[in-house]
């Protein structure tokens, strides 16, 4: 576990007879632990200045409890085993989401709940996952434009997802390109429903 501008040490936080844990922390990092689970006594201890979490190359898959890091910024889940299906708790301070190598294959299912618990999200990275297609995954250029499409369309709010910009003619084509789509749906539902 690295902190902030403090080595890494087993134990630092439950050893007998040494001072309790270091508070006010800006930044914890549990990369590389192994972990199937997400250390919450030590991570809740910094809940008042929290403010970057990697919880990355872990087995971790439910991140409930971290909806009380009220600082929290920045959240880096990369190369774990969250699925389309993750419940993320309510988190309104975060910006910056890296989920990285996942086991992410539901793209609209995986969006809505990032739009809808992370409503102040500016960066998302989901590269090497399923639903993200692309030149590293087997993606084609069109897959990978689509898929940026729907993802910008569906978050307004991004200013970069994955490595690349949102560009603001990106943006214009993503919205004229998924309400087109709905607008397609919508009168397909209607035709249906006279029949």
Known sequence: METEGLPAAPGQYSQPGQPGPVLGLRSLSFAY???LEIPYEVILAQRDTLEVLDLSYNLLEDPALLGELEQLSTLILDCNIYSSHVKFPYMPSVTTVWI???KISNLPIFVEEIRRKFPNIKILSMMNNEAAPSYFNGGSLPQYIDYRQYVISQIPSLTILDDTEVLGKERAQAKKTYRMQRTREGS????????
């Open 188 to 195: 397909k539902r209607r035709k249906e429903l006279h029949r």
């Open 33 to 35: 632990q192994g972990l």
């Open 100 to 102: 990285n190598k996942n």
